[in-house]
């Protein structure tokens, strides 16, 4: 929630480290693997001293959020499960995301999610894992436009919940410009998308059997979105 600017821009997740930028794709950023490489089923190697969420409670770590997936959900995160408009906000500094576009994202129900990152001049398209533990949400990237993103940069980031519910939930993030202040990240349920790269979750066929192992290699083939 990649996620995750990613969900869940500009966080301040695990050990208070800076959010990446999201993994474009391009010459500059994306790693050295050939799109139709084979990602790996097993669970890479994940977490270290850092990573700890507030209060020095124990995060999952990258192996572990692999494992929980296609795990049943525990209640909080039956609320989440749907297509959703991601937005910023800061209440300290309205704004520092005031020309920032929502997110297009959905969280489906064997634990991966999509979002759409646009800033204007390019579109990044990012699939991941998530949970919820405690009063936390926490998530990895594993693909970014359609490129396998390596295990040693596959990190777990977190926001504390603040409000769950279905049509309209709130999160918590410390703000990039002082972490000591709260940026809230809101869910908003929405019925479609209508970015071009997502059309095709709007499918429930699609997001039951989404497999995040082949996607990225043209084994898991999205239908024709007709415009």
Not at 16 to 22: D, E, I, K
Not at 116 to 144: C, K, P, R, S
Request: overall charge negative; proline content about 7%.
């Amino acid at each position: 929630m990649k996620i995750r600017n990613l969900i869940l821009i500009s966080l301040l997740f695990v050990g208070c480290g800076g959010q990446p930028a999201p993994h474009k794709g391009d010459d500059s950023q994306s790693p050295d693997i050939p799109a139709n490489q084979e990602m790996e089923r097993e669970t890479p190697v994940g977490g270290d001293a850092e990573n700890t969420a507030v209060g020095n409670q124990q995060v999952p770590t990258v192996d572990a959020l692999i494992a929980a997936m296609g795990t049943p959900l525990n209640k909080n995160e039956k609320k989440i499960v749907g297509k959703y408009l991601e937005r910023v906000t800061s209440a300290n500094n309205p704004g520092l995301y005031a020309g920032d576009a929502p997110r297009e994202t959905i969280n489906r129900g064997n634990r991966t999610y999509s979002i759409l990152y646009d800033d204007g001049e390019e579109t990044t398209l990012v699939h991941g894992i998530w949970m919820i533990q405690g009063n936390d949400y926490y998530y990895i990237e594993m693909i970014a436009n359609g490129v396998p993103i390596p295990k040693e940069e596959r990190e777990v980031y977190h926001a504390a919940v603040v409000k769950l519910d279905k049509e309209k939930s709130v999160f918590s993030v410390p703000s990039p410009d002082d972490p000591s202040k709260k940026d809230h990240i809101t869910l908003e349920l929405i019925e479609r998308f209508k970015a071009a790269q997502m059309q095709a979750f709007n499918d429930e066929a699609v997001n039951r059997d989404f497999d995040i192992f082949e996607i990225h290699k043209g084994g898991f083939p999205l239908p024709e979105v007709t415009p």
